[in-house]
């Protein structure tokens, strides 16, 4: 028996953007976002966003976003519903979130910083973790941080810090 078709009105993906790889931000990452009406275990969703990583991700994660209304079209939040921080504005990446996504994948470059801190299962040259115990504080991010210059999280994989040469001349 074949699956039943999609509910008619209600496309799946709402929202997405794959960046390519900045060329006028500070820092070296560029990020992709995919806001989809599925459920929290769709293992679709997961198969999608790990055939996307390559050697070069650093971190994939999926949440749940909730009170998210759709509107002619644009996703609207009326309020704070779960979802993750951003966390490479202009290029720059901060850190792992604070608090645990509902999954997420560690790419290469993050597996020596965060092996012996969770149980994730070794998954296409990293580390899938679905639950237990989440990344020590050095890892994570500081958004709360009044200061923005101690936002970023103390430790980050070596390449990931914001490079002065790069900003003042874009190489």
Known sequence: MGRPPPATGTPPVHAASLAARPTT?????????????????????????LALAGRHTLYVSASVCRDVLLDRGTLV?????????????????????????????????YVPLVRRHVRAEAVAGGLLRDDGPWVPEHLRARLDEPD????RAPRLPRGLRRSAWRMLFGG
Do not use: I, N, Q
């Not at 990020?31 to 769709?42: I, K, N």
């Not at 923005?148 to 936002?151: H, I, L, N, S």
């Open 148 to 151: 923005p210059a101690r936002r």
């Open 25 to 49: 931000s500070w820092g070296p990452v560029a990020a992709h976002t995919l806001h989809a009406e599925r459920g929290a275990t769709d293992g679709r969703v997961r198969a999608f966003a």
């Open 77 to 109: 939040h009326d309020r704070p519903g779960g979802e993750e921080p951003y966390l490479a504005a202009l290029g720059d990446w901060m850190g792992l979130p604070a608090e645990p996504p509902l999954w997420c994948w560690f790419g290469p470059v």
